[in-house]
């Protein structure tokens, strides 16, 4: 008999794969547990809708742009996780019509930076749904996203039969120094923060989970330039035409089953994709680097960050000789970070 050793290994990686998606599937389990309903609405969620998921934790600043960016888009609800905020974010949220709440005291890092809640979620009322999974912080944009709404754009996708919309995380920054803004805190996100690398992105596919690992942008040169293997991953699969058996992996970088991973290659790909305007360096970014030297809550080796967040304290500025001032999504599809993908065939 023909020995093929090569086979073998991708059946057992399989096998593991299987294996690691029922823990992760249980944990998230296990996981919806724990949270406590503020506020239910799910009742109003109807067939077709377009579902946002979050974990939150003293966004109140940011919540107003948010709620608004994704209802434009055409958000039907939002299904959000409050990780004990003290801010008066919650009392905020509670009294949205198109927000249910949920409150959850645990380790935000011990639930696998919130993946846990939301995929506890996500299992409950995401199924049949496309889901979008977001930080507050994070503002997705898309090729004609001031024309085409999420339904639309889901509808085109679902007919190319494209599971996912992979996005490449852009860090956003002041033309000043950490702590400043460019606008007041009304005005948009892309106003106050209008800076951001247009390169260099480097991108490499990991195995077995065929994952995604796009780096680079302004916190490798700014902060990671003698360590470029430890700057934060940039690539995400924010939305997801969800499915039961789902689960993100670490963050929504990476998803399983695996063939979701392959949905996005990163910057330069033909395939539509999409921008998530990174709002990470308004102004209170020097307060909360401050509170995760304390917390460390937000990276799996948190003692390997301490430097970067120490940095971000000492307010550098991050602006540059190469920086690009924001002007709109045609901008970044010219720059090849995100693409408007092939025309669809309407014959």
Same mark, same amino acid.
């Given at each position: 008999? =023909?020995r093929? !050793?090569?086979?073998?290994? $991708?059946?057992? %990686? #399989?096998?593991?794969?299987?294996w690691?998606?029922r823990? @992760?599937l ?9 949270l406590?309903?503020?506020a239910d609405r ?5 067939s077709?809708d377009?579902?946002a ?14 709620l608004a ?10 299904l ?6 003290s801010?008066?974010a919650?009392?905020l949220?509670?009294g ?15 639930a696998?930076?919130?993946l ?16 979008l ?6 503002l997705?944009i898309?090729?004609?996203?001031d024309? =085409?709404?999420? !339904?639309?754009l889901?509808? $085109?996708?679902? %007919? #190319?039969?494209?599971p996912?919309m992979?996005?490449?995380? @852009? ?7 950490l702590?400043t803004?460019?606008?007041?805190p009304?005005?948009p996100l892309?106003e106050?923060?209008?800076w951001?690398d ?8 990991m195995?077995p989970r065929h994952n995604?690992w ?8 700014a902060?990671?330039?003698d360590r ?9 699969l ?10 993100h992996?670490?963050?929504t ?8 991973n392959l949905c ?7 395939r539509l994709s999409?921008?998530l ?8 970014i ?12 937000h990276?799996a080796?948190?003692e ?5 967040h ?11 000789p190469?920086s690009r ?6 901008q970044?599809v ?6 408007a993908?092939?025309?669809p065939n309407?014959r």
């Amino acid at each position: 008999m =023909t020995r093929r !050793p090569g086979l073998l290994r $991708r059946a057992f %990686a #399989a096998y593991r794969l299987r294996w690691k998606r029922r823990e @992760l599937l249980w944990r998230c389990i296990r996981a919806g547990r724990l949270l406590t309903p503020v506020a239910d609405r799910t009742a109003a969620i109807r067939s077709g809708d377009v579902l946002a998921f979050c974990v939150i934790r003293n966004e109140a600043p940011r919540l107003p742009e948010f709620l608004a960016h994704y209802r434009d888009l055409g958000v039907a609800h939002f299904l959000i996780v409050d990780n004990d905020s003290s801010d008066g974010a919650a009392d905020l949220l509670a009294g949205q019509e198109d927000v249910s709440l949920w409150r959850c005291g645990g380790s935000y890092r011990d639930a696998r930076f919130g993946l846990d809640w939301t995929g506890a979620l996500q299992r409950r009322f995401g199924h049949g749904h496309w889901c979008l999974t977001v930080d507050a912080d994070e503002l997705l944009i898309y090729p004609g996203y001031d024309r =085409t709404s999420l !339904p639309q754009l889901t509808a $085109r996708l679902a %007919a #190319a039969r494209i599971p996912a919309m992979g996005a490449l995380m @852009l860090d956003l920054y002041p033309s000043g120094r950490l702590g400043t803004a460019d606008a007041p805190p009304e005005a948009p996100l892309t106003e106050r923060l209008p800076w951001f690398d247009a390169g260099p992105y480097r991108a490499q596919r990991m195995q077995p989970r065929h994952n995604l690992w796009v780096q680079g942008g302004v916190r490798q040169r700014a902060f990671f330039a003698d360590r470029p293997r430890l700057a934060p991953t940039l690539n995400k699969l924010p939305l997801v035409n969800w499915r039961r058996g789902m689960v993100h992996v670490n963050s929504t970088h990476s998803l399983l089953p695996p063939k979701l991973n392959l949905c996005w290659d990163g910057p330069g790909d033909p395939r539509l994709s999409g921008i998530l305007l990174h709002g990470k360096f308004l102004p209170e970014i020097v307060a909360k680097s401050e509170e995760e030297l304390q917390r460390r809550q937000h990276f799996a080796r948190p003692e390997a960050y301490v430097g970067y967040h120490r940095a971000i304290t000492a307010r550098p500025v991050l602006r540059g000789p190469d920086s690009r001032r924001f002007t709109g999504w045609q901008q970044l599809v010219d720059l090849g970070l995100m693409s408007a993908g092939a025309e669809p065939n309407t014959r």
